[in-house]
């Protein structure tokens, strides 16, 4: 477990990210323009989701498969309502901001999923091309459950869009189209189709994602340091929950036969919290709700713990408890 750890740590997108915040804490004035990070944005989702499409176009679906989605969906569902108990109880929060950032704790983040999944390639623990469909399917019942939470679905209190609004805000997110998008040319294209493409998905994907998350460590530490809305128990939440959250979808993952790959990026998809669609969603549903806690807490503090530490130590779990074996396509 430890080697596993360190094999992270070391590799070069963790690094970049590294010398992302290391930068920002330092005040450096190292910026990404907003145009080139938008657009490594739409090539890292453009890539990860036609690569899992043309896994799956390979795999087929199976029994497998079903089991991962409905335990992505089941999880997304529940997650929130563990960590709506401990907003409220431990975290001092009241009962709308804690419905907030209960669902960024049971959505996903994208870029934490591109990571780990780059990381467990590296580590010969390529997750099965289906992930990139249960992670797009994590996304809307987290939001649904945090409504929930917050007021009940429906309620338009305080000038609050409906509940139909919010899920076409959702459904209609530029990730959640292209990674589906993505997802469906690449298992329509196929192995055959995708050989014409593959050294523009492939060839610059490694250096993309190093560039892309250097400027990630930028933001996340910026936004720390200019946060005030903070407590060390919210503090202490956003380390604890993607704790227990990977823990949980990893054994999961093992306890339906997911190989160590797909169990690890189970796990990792649980612990993730959502800093993109979420938080558009939360601006339309709950406008009262504070994002300086959501947003700081997401993507400045659980977003570099999974990173950094988190999908490392998800990764050893994964291999311990299935036995290193069967390792996805």
Same mark, same amino acid.
């Given at each position: 477990?430890?080697?596993?750890a360190i094999?992270?740590?070391?590799?070069?997108?963790?690094l970049f990210?590294?010398?992302?915040?290391?930068? !920002?804490?330092?005040?450096?004035?190292?910026?990404?323009?907003?145009?080139?990070?938008?657009?490594?944005?739409?090539?890292?989702?453009?890539?990860?989701?036609?690569?899992?499409?043309?896994?799956?176009?390979?795999?087929?679906?199976?029994?497998?498969?079903?089991? !991962?989605?409905? @335990?992505?969906?089941?999880?997304?569902?529940?997650?929130?309502?563990?960590?709506?108990?401990? +907003?409220?109880?431990?975290?001092?929060?009241?009962?709308?901001?804690?419905?907030?950032?209960?669902?960024?704790?049971?959505?996903?983040?994208?870029?934490?999923?591109? @990571?780990?999944?780059?990381? +467990?390639?590296?580590?010969? /623990?390529?997750?099965?091309?289906?992930?990139?469909?249960?992670?797009?399917?994590?996304?809307?019942?987290?939001? %649904?459950?945090?409504?929930?939470?917050?007021?009940?679905?429906?309620?338009?209190?305080?000038?609050?869009?409906?509940?139909?609004?919010?899920?076409?805000?959702?459904? @209609?997110?530029?990730?959640?189209? %292209?990674?589906?998008?993505?997802?469906?040319?690449?298992?329509?294209?196929?192995?055959?189709?995708?050989?014409?493409?593959?050294?523009?998905?492939?060839?610059?994907?490694?250096?993309?994602?190093?560039?892309?998350?250097?400027?990630?460590?930028?933001?996340?530490? /910026? /936004?720390?340091?200019?946060? /005030?809305?903070?407590?060390?128990?919210?503090?202490?939440?956003?380390?604890?929950?993607?704790?227990?959250?990977?823990?949980?979808? @990893?054994? +999961?993952?093992? *306890?339906?036969? +997911?190989?160590?790959?797909?169990?690890?990026?189970?796990?990792?998809?649980?612990?993730?919290?959502?800093?993109? !669609?979420?938080?558009? *969603?939360?601006?339309? *549903?709950?406008?009262?709700?504070?994002?300086?806690?959501?947003?700081t807490m997401?993507?400045?503090?659980?977003?570099?713990?999974?990173?950094?530490?988190?999908?490392?130590?998800?990764?050893?779990? *994964?291999?311990?408890?299935?036995?290193?074996?069967?390792?996805?396509?």
């Amino acid at each position: 477990m430890f080697d596993t750890a360190i094999q992270t740590f070391t590799s070069p997108v963790v690094l970049f990210f590294v010398l992302g915040l290391l930068a !920002a804490f330092a005040r450096s004035d190292l910026a990404i323009p907003e145009a080139i990070a938008k657009a490594m944005s739409l090539y890292l989702m453009a890539a990860i989701g036609i690569k899992g499409g043309v896994a799956m176009s390979k795999s087929g679906i199976d029994g497998t498969v079903l089991s !991962a989605l409905g @335990t992505g969906i089941a999880a997304g569902f529940l997650l929130p309502f563990f960590a709506y108990a401990v +907003l409220k109880s431990f975290g001092k929060l009241d009962r709308i901001n804690s419905g907030a950032v209960a669902a960024h704790y049971g959505s996903i983040s994208v870029v934490t999923f591109v @990571t780990a999944v780059e990381i +467990l390639t590296s580590q010969s /623990r390529e997750p099965g091309g289906y992930m990139v469909a249960v992670m797009a399917a994590m996304e809307a019942p987290a939001i %649904l459950s945090g409504l929930l939470l917050a007021r009940g679905l429906g309620s338009k209190e305080d000038g609050a869009q409906s509940t139909g609004e919010m899920l076409h805000e959702v459904f @209609t997110n530029s990730s959640i189209v %292209l990674l589906l998008g993505a997802f469906a040319i690449g298992m329509l294209a196929g192995e055959r189709g995708f050989a014409e493409v593959t050294p523009f998905f492939e060839a610059g994907f490694k250096g993309v994602l190093c560039i892309f998350l250097l400027d990630m460590g930028l933001i996340a530490a /910026r /936004r720390m340091m200019d946060s /005030r809305a903070i407590t060390w128990r919210l503090t202490a939440i956003a380390i604890f929950l993607p704790i227990v959250n990977g823990v949980v979808g @990893t054994g +999961l993952g093992a *306890a339906i036969g +997911l190989d160590a790959g797909s169990a690890a990026a189970l796990g990792v998809l649980c612990a993730s919290a959502s800093y993109i !669609a979420v938080p558009a *969603a939360m601006r339309l *549903a709950l406008p009262e709700a504070d994002p300086g806690i959501y947003l700081t807490m997401s993507l400045s503090i659980t977003f570099p713990f999974n990173v950094l530490v988190n999908i490392g130590l998800i990764s050893a779990f *994964a291999v311990y408890l299935t036995g290193g074996a069967g390792v996805g396509p």
